[in-house]
């Protein structure tokens, strides 16, 4: 018998299934996307170097583009769960090699998603409380407690840190609508932030675009969590609308707000003006609403960063437990505990990240110049490519079940993949823009995605040779999750 953890509770291979509703997977996806933080640090970049007053558009039209590809994704997810989310998306569509080059795409991103939010964390507590208190903490203690913070929280079940995001998802949404209605019944929102020649003619669309993807980010997670969902096959597609819905709405809606506060003419200066402090929002906040809610922005801003690092820290180890079950990682990373919790999948993750931020740490590198731009510039670029891989996957697998329904199943997705594939494209040619540094070792990060293709493609190969039973397992793993009588496998590639 395998032996009992502190809960008295038998470790097993299984995570806990029938825990989360659609509201569950909701507020795990968007305490990554993190609004509060999106409006502080996205939306205000954006604006700089994007389309400036025509900014809000920009996020109207990425909720589009990713609605689009959900109609697809929406049906795959009737077909398929899986704690591997778009690597088992990718199994099923390119094949098991090229689910192997997802795999290490998305495992990369989200451990490096991981030591960057140690990075905004620690600088943001460091700071903050300095200011308001007096109170002074290297960055890198500050980093390390909010990780041991998330660690414990995401170790107590997934369902438990649903619990927890929501609260925090809640508090940031309350603080950005009181400032949005403040400045709709002092100002009144801009109709011309909506004009041709504020989205096109005001600064760079196609940096706009870029810029409100990455403000998007952690939506895609909502396959991750199939396996502990309730009624997947329905839960999964709801809960990824009803999250890019939220998330264009609230991102749109504020930074309408803001440049609204701002002018929609003066807005790129403006946000050029704060852009070093990055105190826009609360710069507005303070005028709007005194320095008393700015406060409680700050202090709100310390508990979204946290909220973030809970939830980039539950999908990294879910890709992990994923890629351990199938025999390309380690075994051991998918055992979990008695509650289901994928532990050693948590605990690799953890381990990672403080050592990659201590090696920062350690050559008393600056986080915000230095550790989150790389870590949290490349792990942005690893998401949209898994996003346009998984839309490709989509779209290659249901044409060769030869599924009829033309707009559902390839239409849509087809349009959502081409416009992924720009914006990933525009992420490699403009990645310093992405990860805010010019450093020439950030900027060859990118190259990783090509070891990662290389890598994939060569372990594949291996494993097809001298593993045949573990490549074989890439599909077999996923499959066990399939909606019975689907047409799961037809046509696989090999």
């Not at 840190?161 to 929102?189: I, N, P």
């Not at 929609?264 to 507005?284: C, P, R, Y």
């Not at 539950?314 to 998918?334: C, D, I, K, T």
């Amino acid at each position: 018998m395998a032996a009992e953890d502190s809960r008295g509770t038998a470790p097993n291979d299984g995570l806990r299934a029938d825990v989360l509703g659609v509201a569950g997977i909701v507020f795990l996806v968007m305490a990554a996307v993190a609004p509060l933080t999106g409006v502080i640090v996205v939306a205000a970049l954006a604006i700089t170097l994007g389309n400036g007053g025509g900014t809000p558009a920009s996020f109207l039209i990425v909720a589009l583009i990713l609605l689009l590809f959900s109609v697809g994704y929406a049906q795959m997810s009737k077909k398929l769960v899986s704690a591997g989310g778009f690597y088992a998306f990718v199994v099923r569509g390119l094949g098991r090699t090229g689910g192997l080059v997802a795999g290490f795409i998305a495992t990369i991103g989200y451990n490096f998603f991981v030591v960057g939010t140690i990075g905004t964390s620690g600088f943001f507590l460091q700071t903050v409380i300095a200011d308001m208190t007096g109170f002074t903490m290297h960055w890198y203690l500050w980093g390390l407690l909010s990780l041991l913070v998330c660690f414990l929280f995401a170790r107590s079940g997934v369902d438990f840190s649903a619990r927890v995001l929501g609260v925090a998802l809640v508090l940031e949404v309350l603080v950005l609508l009181v400032f949005d209605f403040a400045v709709l019944f002092r100002t009144g929102f801009r109709i011309e932030a909506f004009s041709v020649h504020s989205v096109f003619g005001s600064g760079s669309l196609a940096i706009g675009l870029l810029l409100a993807a990455t403000g998007f980010l952690g939506f895609e997670a909502t396959a991750l969590f199939g396996e502990e969902a309730k009624r997947p096959f329905r839960t999964i597609p709801r809960a990824t609308y009803t999250a890019i819905c939220a998330i264009g709405f609230i991102l749109a809606f504020t930074t309408w707000a803001v440049v609204s506060a701002t002018g929609v003419s003066q807005a790129q200066s403006t946000a050029a003006a704060h852009l070093e402090d990055g105190d826009l929002l609360f710069s507005l906040s303070t005028e709007y609403l005194g320095s008393v809610f700015t406060d409680i922005m700050r202090i709100l801003l310390l508990i979204s960063l946290t909220a973030a690092m809970l939830a980039f820290h539950n999908s990294a180890s879910r890709y992990l437990f994923s890629l351990g079950r199938a025999g390309v990682l380690p075994r051991g990373l998918a055992r979990t505990r008695g509650n289901g919790v994928p532990q050693p999948a948590l605990a690799v993750n953890a381990v990672f990240g403080t050592v990659v931020a201590g090696l920062f740490a350690l050559g008393e590198l600056d986080p915000i110049g230095s550790l989150v731009p790389s870590m949290i510039g490349f792990g942005t670029l690893c998401v949209l490519a898994l996003q346009m891989l998984a839309a490709l996957s989509i779209v290659v697998w249901f044409r060769r079940v030869r599924d009829p329904r033309w707009w559902s199943t390839c239409i849509a997705p087809g349009i959502g993949f081409v416009c992924l594939a720009a914006i990933v494209t525009m992420a490699i040619v403009n990645f310093d823009i992405v990860a805010g540094s010019e450093a020439l070792a950030v900027n060859l990060l990118p190259l990783l995605l090509a070891v990662a293709l290389i890598a994939g493609v060569s372990y594949g190969a291996y494993l097809r040779r001298f593993k045949p039973a573990v490549y074989e397992g890439l599909s077999t793993d996923i499959e066990r999750f399939d909606i019975p009588n689907s047409p799961a496998a037809a046509g696989e590639p090999q």
